[in-house]
């Protein structure tokens, strides 16, 4: 809608000079603002404890892009109009121009007080320079395709995604900091630029097999995704089957059982409990049932309960995090042996363990009772009640654990708490409950990473989608409006026929996309037990501020500045006013 609006600003010609082009400078100001709006509220996100309000945010823009406008126009007016490279080489200045005003309003005691002030303030120079380096990649790859003959064309769509790929690997190293922020992050940003600069080369050569070169590599992109979603997630699929049979009112979804087994930390490996954590790294609406199961798990002081994590993680330690492929113990079902038997059977002991489901944990049962049903939605969780009786060392209460009686003429002498039978059985019991406890939390370890993998496949599925749908509105808007003559490719919107076949070509990519989203979402959901399109509407509803003001900054880049008023590198089109 803002670019749309700004083409709806008459702009003269530019061979008429900059005093002329009053009305270019006003949208340029515009442009400018929203951009920096969208910069500024980045800082807010990623830098935890800076004081930017709401009105703080609109007035430096506001303050800022009119300043960086006033600059631009003296350099017009004292050298060339247009400025060759306007937007690259007038984005550093606005930047540097926007952190030094937030430095003196500010001041420094408000900076000081920020916690790990330096780590956050590098880490987010280093994203936002990530994101700039951006808006140099992608308009030289778009030279290059506009410059090499049809067949190499096909090759540069084929390397596209490679390029993509190695964007992505520079922005998750610089901002693995944001853990399950990191996927808006990714795709926001490569993907949107993957999606529009795609769509911008299939504007200028009509062929149905850019087309089919895009869907395809989108699609083995996805395949390449899930076969490592399935891999990696083989010990919480396999452990949700088995609790599926052996509780099937509760365990018929992995979600379902993981927040169970989140629930009951004590049915989890101490030594890894810390590794997860149990708030995001941004605060949501969560019900008061929510609320008061975090604040009970954050009791416990078990889990990671900061919010925030100034640590950083390589590629490899990123990659690598939750990837327990292999199970290297088999799944404990109800069919298994937790203590081996020996040759004499049934003792008083053993039966209480094969008569209930004994947690052999110091020798305690447990019996899990829901007090409301499980939901779906991760904000709407009951809490498991755990009961725990303790069966004692030397005799055991039979009647606690509803053991039948026993007939007279199989009566067997009482166990002597000290037999080298009864510690075997210990023994047995404890590394029975080692390797249960690993394996619970290696399901845990691995739903978690299942999620996040999820979302980030169906936020790029759902990018994909999206933006070729919003370059057809815009190119039929552009169409009605007279600033259509000032882009460098306007016989494309000009002309009925070759407008019509674009529109044709983009439309089928957009269709592809939306057919590949269906079936990620189908499969996941039947493959997996989750949904993807809930997960992509929890991310566009949470962070809403963020995906809008990232999607908007990228289409005024690459949309609304191609335009002749911006210049070209040898300003062969300016009109320098000394002369």
């Keep these: 809608m803002i670019v749309v609006l700004a083409e709806c600003l008459p702009l003269r010609p530019p061979a008429e000079g900059s005093a002329a082009n009053y009305v270019f400078w006003i949208r340029h100001s515009c442009m400018l603002l929203f951009m920096l709006l969208g910069t500024m509220m980045q800082a807010k996100a990623w830098v935890p404890?800076?004081?930017?309000?709401?009105?703080?945010?609109?007035?430096?823009?506001?303050?800022?892009?009119?300043?960086?406008?006033?600059?631009?126009?003296?350099?017009?007016?004292?050298?060339?109009?247009?400025?060759?490279?306007?937007?690259?080489?007038?984005?550093?200045?606005?930047?540097?121009?926007?952190?030094?005003?937030?430095?003196?309003?500010?001041?420094?005691?408000?900076?000081?007080?920020?916690?790990?002030?330096?780590?956050?303030?590098r880490r987010f120079f280093q994203?936002?320079?990530?994101?700039?380096?951006?808006?140099?990649?992608?308009?030289?790859?778009?030279?290059?395709?506009?410059?090499?003959?049809?067949?190499?064309?096909?090759?540069?769509?084929?390397?596209?995604?490679?390029?993509?790929?190695?964007?992505?690997?520079?922005?998750?190293?610089?901002?693995?900091?944001?853990?399950?922020?990191?996927?808006?992050?990714?795709?926001?940003?490569?993907?949107?630029?993957d999606a529009l600069y795609a769509v911008l080369c299939m504007r200028s050569d009509n062929s149905f097999v850019l087309v089919g070169v895009t869907a395809t590599m989108n699609a083995l992109t996805m395949s390449l995704t899930l076969q490592d979603m399935h891999r990696l997630s083989?010990?919480?699929?396999?452990?949700?089957?088995?609790?599926?049979?052996?509780?099937?009112?509760?365990?018929?979804?992995?979600?379902?059982?993981?927040?169970?087994?989140?629930?009951?930390?004590?049915?989890?490996?101490?030594?890894?409990?810390?590794?997860?954590?149990?708030?995001?790294?941004?605060q949501h609406k969560l019900s008061d049932a929510s609320t008061t199961l975090l604040d009970a798990l954050a009791a416990r002081a078990v889990y990671n309960n900061d919010r925030r994590t100034s640590t950083t993680m390589s590629m490899t330690q990123l990659k690598d995090?939750?990837?327990?492929?292999?199970?290297?113990?088999?799944?404990?079902?109800?069919?298994?042996?937790?203590?081996?038997?020996?040759?004499?059977?049934?003792?008083?002991?053993?039966?209480?363990?094969?008569?209930?489901?004994?947690?052999?944990?110091?020798?305690?049962?447990?019996?899990?009772?829901?007090?409301?049903?499980?939901?779906?939605?991760?904000?709407?969780?009951?809490?498991?009640?755990?009961?725990?009786?303790?069966?004692?060392?030397?005799?055991?209460?039979?009647?606690?654990?509803?053991?039948?009686?026993?007939?007279?003429?199989?009566a067997v002498p009482p166990l002597q708490p000290y037999t080298s039978e009864a510690q075997g059985a210990s023994t047995r019991r404890d590394i029975a409950a080692n390797q249960l406890h690993r394996q619970n939390t290696r399901v845990v370890r691995q739903t978690l990473q299942l999620l996040f993998n999820n979302e980030y496949l169906g936020l790029t599925a759902y990018t994909?989608?999206?933006?070729?749908?919003?370059?057809?509105?815009?190119?039929?808007?552009?169409?009605?409006?007279?600033?259509?003559?000032?882009?460098?490719?306007?016989?494309?919107?000009?002309?009925?026929?070759?407008?019509?076949?674009?529109?044709?070509?983009?439309s089928v990519l957009a269709g592809l996309q939306l057919a590949s989203l269906l079936v990620l979402h189908t499969f996941v959901t039947r493959h997996f037990a989750v949904s993807t399109l809930y997960q992509v509407a929890f991310v566009l509803e949470t962070q809403a501020t963020l995906?809008?003001?990232?999607?908007?900054?990228?289409?005024?880049?690459?949309?609304a500045f191609p335009l002749e008023h911006y210049g070209e590198f040898s300003g062969r089109n300016g009109v320098n006013p000394a002369v």
Excluded at 75 to 91: C, D, K, R, S, T
Excluded at 140 to 169: E, G
Excluded at 235 to 256: D, I, P
Excluded at 259 to 271: I, K
């Design 49 to 121: 404890g800076l004081p930017l309000s709401g009105r703080r945010l609109l007035g430096f823009a506001v303050g800022c892009s009119a300043v960086a406008t006033v600059l631009d126009v003296l350099v017009a007016e004292l050298w060339v109009f247009p400025i060759p490279f306007m937007v690259v080489l007038g984005a550093p200045p606005a930047v540097i121009l926007m952190m030094f005003t937030i430095w003196c309003v500010l001041g420094r005691d408000a900076l000081h007080d920020i916690p790990d002030r330096a780590f956050y303030l």
């Design 127 to 193: 994203l936002l320079a990530v994101q700039a380096s951006l808006t140099t990649i992608y308009p030289a790859y778009r030279a290059l395709f506009l410059a090499a003959p049809s067949y190499i064309r096909q090759l540069l769509m084929v390397l596209l995604p490679v390029l993509d790929l190695a964007l992505k690997n520079v922005l998750a190293a610089c901002g693995s900091h944001l853990e399950d922020r990191l996927p808006e992050v990714i795709v926001f940003t490569v993907d949107v630029f």
């Design 234 to 282: 083989g010990a919480a699929r396999e452990n949700s089957t088995v609790k599926e049979r052996r509780q099937g009112y509760a365990m018929e979804m992995l979600v379902m059982a993981t927040l169970r087994l989140l629930q009951t930390p004590e049915q989890l490996d101490p030594s890894e409990l810390r590794g997860i954590r149990l708030l995001s790294g941004a």
């Design 321 to 410: 995090r939750y990837a327990s492929v292999a199970m290297d113990e088999a799944i404990l079902t109800d069919d298994s042996d937790i203590t081996a038997r020996p040759s004499r059977l049934r003792t008083p002991l053993r039966r209480c363990c094969y008569a209930s489901k004994v947690d052999p944990v110091g020798g305690t049962r447990k019996s899990t009772q829901l007090t409301t049903p499980l939901h779906g939605r991760l904000g709407n969780m009951s809490v498991a009640s755990v009961n725990t009786q303790a069966l004692g060392t030397g005799g055991v209460d039979l009647k606690s654990v509803g053991r039948a009686p026993c007939p007279a003429a199989m």
């Design 464 to 506: 994909q989608c999206v933006v070729p749908v919003i370059y057809i509105g815009y190119m039929a808007c552009l169409k009605n409006m007279p600033n259509r003559k000032y882009y460098a490719d306007s016989r494309v919107v000009e002309d009925a026929q070759l407008f019509t076949d674009r529109i044709r070509l983009i």
């Design 547 to 559: 995906v809008q003001s990232k999607v908007t900054s990228w289409l005024i880049f690459s949309v």
